[in-house]
């Protein structure tokens, strides 16, 4: 059964009747890794896995809300005393109370929702879901007179305020303007974007799922965050985008070893990110390649956001000669990203699974990559 008609039957089940459907993309990132809360570049794009819901205002104050991957049914108000207890909900009602305190309106609704996305696996499930609802908000209940940028703060501010993690702007901007055959290079400071079109004659991008997610109890994403801005603060910047490694030179003295390493991580990372640009516009893949080895490497070695697992990917990568891999998304666990060429491409989706089922007792999982459109309402 597609995912729309599972959607549908348990709509019917649940609510009776129909609903209208919309869909948000998961995302994936060529290079730009932590660069997007230090007001750097991302270079991310939407992909062919969605989440998507049945929605239909039902008259009421109240949402009704079931997860298909949860089986779960959850009612809960519009008010900020309203939040539900389950983690999954508060997605959703975060995305509603973002969009009231920006002044939207948001009445109750009946909504069944799944996806595809893998849970876990760095591809921002989450943005998926938030972008999916704060679009269709937008279109049920505004007319569509929120912008889209509007529409990804509300899926970042969800984040912040409901869920706990400060993350950036780069998922739930990719999930949002998303769009088939093309990455987008953000300025995450101007908000600026660019489309490129992905022209990868003779390599494919390729993703490995260590299925592999360490849950680490003080929130380490928020901490990397804290050393950003500790060390632009002690650098009279407002973020880490202004700086250099000269800067970061000249204070080494006054910044501790880890907060150091963080941020030459960044200030790297930043400009690996023009550099791919460039180099995808003169089809020189081989530099898009090595660029996002180097990735790696910072961030496993100074970003300390790898594991085990994931390095292990890589290395597998680097004997099989894959072109370019690399940890993609937050880290501490999910995917590496991998710029294959056609002849190496069987012999390492071969060799990855095999080794590393060896040595962890799982095969990884393997998805090779569609770029495709974000946020939208499905007609057909
Ligand atoms: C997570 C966050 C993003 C970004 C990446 C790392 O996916 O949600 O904002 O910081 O990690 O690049």
Redesign the pocket.
Known sequence: MSLKSTIHSAFEKHFGGDGIFYASAGRI?LI??????NGGF?FPGAIDKVIMAEIRPNGTDKVRLYSIGFDEEVTFGLNEEDAPSQQWARYVFGVCRETIKRGFVVKGFDAVFDGNVPLGA?L?SS?ALESCFAFALNDLFNNNTIEKFELAKIG?ST?HNYCG?N?????QFASVFGKKDHLIRLDCRSLEYEYFPIVLNGYKLVLVDSVVKHELVDSP?NKRRESCERVAKRLGLETLRDATMEMLDAAKSDISAEDYSRAKFVIEEKERVLDVCDALGRGDIETVGKMMYATHNGLSKDYEVSCEELDYLNDIARECGVTGSRIM???FGGCTINLVSDEVYPKFIETVTAKFAEKYGHAPKIYDVVVSDGARRIEE
Do not use: R
């Open positions: 990132n730009g890794e932590h660069t997007d809360y991302v760095g921002s943005a970042q984040e993690v993350c950036g702007i780069m998922d994403y998304g937050g880290g």
